[in-house]
């Protein structure tokens, strides 16, 4: 069975920095794409930026214009953990952070992967 596993959230204030994790049970990310989704009180959840596979060539990563430049993905192959480090954080960034993996159809923004984790809470102070 596999299980996806948020660690890394917390309060931090406009401005500052937070390093989310994500370790896998029963899965091997290199072989996936992964992706972080947040979901905000009241409002859907939306993607956050996300990973493929491990290829030959490497690795693609795409995200959400609302966090180019401040958020980076990124996977530690050799530890088997996706993370996603959360600078410049601002008030709206303030959600529950999701871990996802295993995409179905290609649409890395979508709701389509078959695993997902628990959550972490994410709180940015102005």
């Known amino acids: 069975q596999v299980q996806l596993v948020e660690s890394g959230g917390g309060l931090v204030q406009a401005g500052g920095s937070l390093r989310l994790s994500c370790a896998p049970s029963?899965?091997?990310?290199?072989?996936?794409?992964t992706a972080w989704f947040r979901e905000a009180p009241g409002k859907e959840r939306e993607s956050v930026a996300a990973?493929?596979?491990?290829?030959?060539?490497?690795?693609?990563?795409y995200y959400a214009d609302s966090v180019k430049g401040r958020f980076t993905i990124s996977r530690d192959n050799t530890k088997n953990t996706l993370y996603l480090q959360m600078n410049s954080l601002k008030p709206e960034d303030t959600a529950v952070y999701y871990c996802?993996?295993?995409?179905?159809?290609?649409?890395?923004?979508?709701?389509?992967?078959?695993?997902w984790g628990q959550g972490t809470q994410v709180t940015v102070s102005s």
């Open positions: 996802a993996a295993t995409l179905t159809d290609g649409n890395w923004r979508g709701r389509g992967y078959k695993y």
């Open positions: 029963g899965l091997t990310f290199s072989r996936t794409t």
């Open positions: 990973i493929t596979a491990t290829t030959w060539s490497g690795s693609s990563t």
